[in-house]
């Protein structure tokens, strides 16, 4: 099996486990998908980070297929297998924390922010240690990709996906939690980092 083509295996391992069986059992478990769209504004951080979340996502898809047709050029051609090995194991292990996390969050799970939802405030599993640990794996399961198949468009996917990353929890959720859990919020702020363990953390109130 050819790079491109074992890297759309890996994508689709990401997207059925991740979006594909949490959605299910979501549903099943809520009656509803947990998808709350794009929020914000058009034009606001938000919705831009929203916007760039749906552009990583697809440039990720992109990489392989524009490789395997010949329009893009791999970054690097010759490479050390254990290279292939990290990013492979950066890869699975993004996919099995990012189900880890989502599967600790319960019935609180969404993608997007609904203004007038109320949720509980998770701080079991991994959130006992990352505000953010979702993002934290998926950004891992991008960055592994893009090692183990490197060309503009897997980098790109991967800054994309950073960049949305960023503004959809510094500009959406951050403050609807704060807004829904008010002293309780800014206490576990100040305690978990926001994506890495100890780094993130409110200190005067400040991210």
């Given at each position: 099996?050819?790079?491109?083509?074992?890297a759309?295996?890996?994508?689709a391992?990401?997207?059925?486990?991740n979006?594909g069986?949490?959605?299910w059992?979501?549903?099943?478990?809520?009656g509803?998908?947990?998808?709350?769209?794009?929020s914000?504004?058009?034009?606001s951080?938000?919705?831009?980070?929203?916007?760039?979340?749906a552009?990583?996502?697809?440039?990720?898809?992109a990489a392989?297929?524009?490789e395997?047709a010949?329009?893009?050029?791999p970054?690097?051609?010759?490479?050390p297998?254990?290279?292939?090995?990290?990013a492979?194991?950066?890869?699975?292990?993004?996919?099995?924390?990012t189900?880890?996390?989502?599967?600790?969050?319960?019935?609180?799970?969404r993608?997007?922010?609904r203004q007038?939802?109320?949720?509980?405030?998770?701080d079991?599993g991994?959130?006992?240690?990352v505000?953010?640990?979702i993002?934290?794996?998926?950004?891992l399961?991008a960055a592994?990709?893009a090692?183990?198949?490197?060309?503009l468009l897997?980098?790109?996917?991967f800054?994309?996906?950073?960049?949305?990353?960023?503004?959809?929890?510094?500009?959406?959720?951050?403050?609807?939690?704060?807004r829904t859990h008010?002293?309780s919020?800014?206490?576990?702020c100040r305690r978990?980092?926001?994506f890495?363990?100890?780094l993130?953390?409110?200190r005067?109130?400040?991210g």
């Open positions: 099996m050819n790079r491109p083509v074992l759309l295996v890996l994508l391992a990401f997207f059925a486990v979006f069986l949490r959605t059992w979501h549903w099943r478990r809520t509803s998908t947990g998808f709350r769209g794009i914000g504004r058009v034009g951080a938000e919705w831009l980070g929203g916007v760039l979340f552009v990583g996502l697809v440039l990720g898809v392989p297929v524009a395997l010949d329009a893009v050029d970054l690097i051609r010759t490479r297998w254990w290279l292939d090995a990290v492979g194991g950066l890869v699975a292990l993004g996919i099995a924390g189900s880890w996390a989502q599967a600790a969050m319960g019935s609180s799970w993608i997007g922010v007038d939802e109320r949720t509980e405030l998770v079991r991994p959130f006992c240690w505000r953010n640990p993002f934290t794996f998926m950004l399961t592994g990709l090692l183990f198949l490197p060309n897997s980098l790109g996917a800054v994309g996906l950073a960049l949305a990353v960023e503004l959809q929890v510094r500009f959406a959720e951050e403050p609807h939690l704060r008010g002293d919020y800014i206490s576990y978990v980092g926001r890495l363990p100890g993130g953390r409110e005067g109130g400040d």
